[in-house]
């Protein structure tokens, strides 16, 4: 489910969303009616139950813009697409974005952009970008927040310029669609004075009195311009990459449509992106595909994080009452006691499963919200109520003295208790996650005491036979990962006490 809410920031920057004619856009009839419209990749809501429009509105609502000028050549298109935010249902808070729908010759006379001032005046800047694209998030920040200008790659002469260009230094772990970048390696975004633009879209105007040809496209005649002029620029490689509630590096991104092939392709990315880093060796080899397999599917559905949620809290719950269930109906349902374990272990599989498809579902859909934190106690809730119903089975199935075996049982339940607590205290207070502070505990967390690891405990123990071990082992590992967690949480807080922060959050603050 949700783990984490989007900030709404206040940002008066004004955006404008070029949208050039697609290859595949096609004139359609309607039903009921003899007029036609143009279908299009940009209206396609195959990205995770969303459009490549709607998801740049949402990513720009989610970085505080609040005016959004939608322009293109083709009005039929540009009517589309008004008719569609209009009526969107998967836009957020709609109702706090001005929204404007001009063509790019009309759009010179859009009193809230252009005026008479900026004649005079070429202090007042824009964000321009290609509708084709879905950029990364936080390259839209760097362009839009002040301190972007600490990341900026400055000349002597340029030192008060207000124009900025987005470029791909990377030389390793570019995205596929770095080859369609069409003016050296800069992305078709920028930030540009009003002034500069409005003489920009007149050439362009005075130019095209027909078809505006792929080469003559506005953003990537702008793009090259600035280039040309050698403008300020924001170096995709100065972009922090580590993002701490993934719990992992997540390398800064840009897609482009072009087919409806692109669709699927990019909405796979798009899932690949939600995984989370720093997972235990079970849940990165076995539940990781899985979880992109089943995300993927469903994402266009009308699934929510909640339906998962609830399937996942059902199926935990009956399978804990497969294995409380299976002791007292031995002797009249032997066959039936058998089966059950091995049908809740099933379940358990599905569960774990599952459990990770919720969070990736909603972070593919943008949907994180402050109320989805509370899933994390419901599998706490769940959690303990399988480990219970697995101990009491062992014990209850086997005939052993209860006490000793109960002893174990609780003590365990309490030191799971213990390990969640100390993990959620020390993310509180540091704001990075214990198992991502440092290379021993990121190798720890492989095979700590999880969920994941205590099912692999329960197949073995079952396989061989020795299932009443199976209350000791999970002290065990429990006690092992309590003096783990501990221990490393006191050394991590003994050196914050000092002003000596893991190197997480260093490259963090630094970057």
């Avoid at 909603?362 to 769940?382: C, K, M, P, W």
């Avoid at 190798?443 to 690891?453: A, H, M, P, T, V």
């Avoid at 009443?468 to 967690?485: E, I, K, M, P, S």
């Amino acid at each position: 489910m949700a783990e984490e809410n989007n900030l709404y920031v206040k940002n008066t920057l004004q955006v404008i969303i070029y949208l050039p004619e697609m290859s595949n856009e096609e004139s359609v009839r309607t039903k009921n009616t003899s007029n036609k419209k143009v279908r299009s990749l940009y209206l396609e809501r195959k990205l995770a139950k969303q459009s490549l429009i709607e998801r740049q509105v949402n990513l720009l609502q989610e970085v505080g813009v609040k005016e959004i000028f939608l322009t293109s050549k083709n009005e039929s298109l540009l009517a589309l697409v008004e008719e569609s935010i209009l009526k969107s249902r998967n836009i957020p808070f709609k109702q706090k974005i001005t929204f404007h729908f001009s063509s790019t010759k009309r759009l010179l006379n859009t009193p809230s952009l252009f005026n008479k001032e900026i004649e005079s005046n070429d202090g007042t800047t824009v964000l321009l970008m290609d509708g084709q694209w879905l950029f990364d998030k936080r390259i839209i920040q760097s362009i839009l927040e002040e301190h972007s200008l600490e990341h900026v790659n400055k000349t002597e002469e340029k030192k008060t310029a207000l124009s900025l260009l987005v470029e791909e230094d990377r030389q390793t772990k570019r995205p596929e669609d770095s080859s369609k970048l069409k003016v050296n390696s800069y992305l078709p975004l920028c930030r540009v004075t009003k002034l500069f633009l409005r003489k920009s879209f007149q050439n362009e105007t005075e130019k095209n009195s027909g078809e505006m040809k792929e080469e003559q496209e506005p953003v990537w005649n702008i793009i090259k311009t600035l280039a040309e002029t050698n403008t300020a620029s924001i170096k995709l490689s100065t972009i922090p990459v580590y993002v701490p509630s993934m719990r992992r590096n997540l390398p800064v991104h840009y897609f482009k449509l072009e087919t409806k092939r692109d669709l699927l392709r990019v909405k796979w990315n798009l899932v690949k992106l939600t995984q989370k880093g720093t997972l235990d060796l079970i849940a990165w080899y076995f539940n990781r595909p899985l979880e992109h397999m089943v995300t993927f599917t469903i994402a266009n559905s009308p699934l929510t994080p909640n339906h998962i949620t609830m399937l996942v809290n059902l199926l935990a719950f009956g399978l804990a009452a497969c294995l409380l269930t299976a002791p007292y109906i031995r002797n009249k349902h032997p066959t039936i006691t058998t089966a059950l374990p091995w049908i809740a272990f099933v379940l358990l599989i599905a569960v774990n499963v599952l459990d990770g498809v919720d969070g990736k579902l909603a972070r593919v859909r943008g949907r994180l919200t402050i109320s989805g934190n509370i899933e994390h106690s419901f599998d706490q809730l769940y959690e303990q109520t399988i480990y219970f119903a697995a101990g009491w089975y062992t014990i209850a199935i086997t005939n052993q003295p209860l006490l000793p075996w109960i002893i174990f049982l609780i003590a365990f339940l309490i030191l799971d208790s213990f390990n969640r607590h100390v993990s959620m205290q020390y993310h509180l207070v540091v704001g990075l996650s214990l198992a991502d502070s440092s290379k021993f505990d990121r190798l720890f967390r492989r095979f700590d005491g999880r969920r994941n690891i205590y099912t692999l405990h329960i197949l073995v123990l079952f396989i061989l036979q020795a299932k009443y071990f199976l209350t000791v082992t999970f002290f065990a590992h429990a006690l092992l990962t309590a003096l783990v967690y501990s221990s490393s949480a006191i050394y991590h807080m003994r050196k914050a006490d000092q002003g000596i922060f893991p190197e997480r959050i260093i490259s963090k603050k630094t970057k």
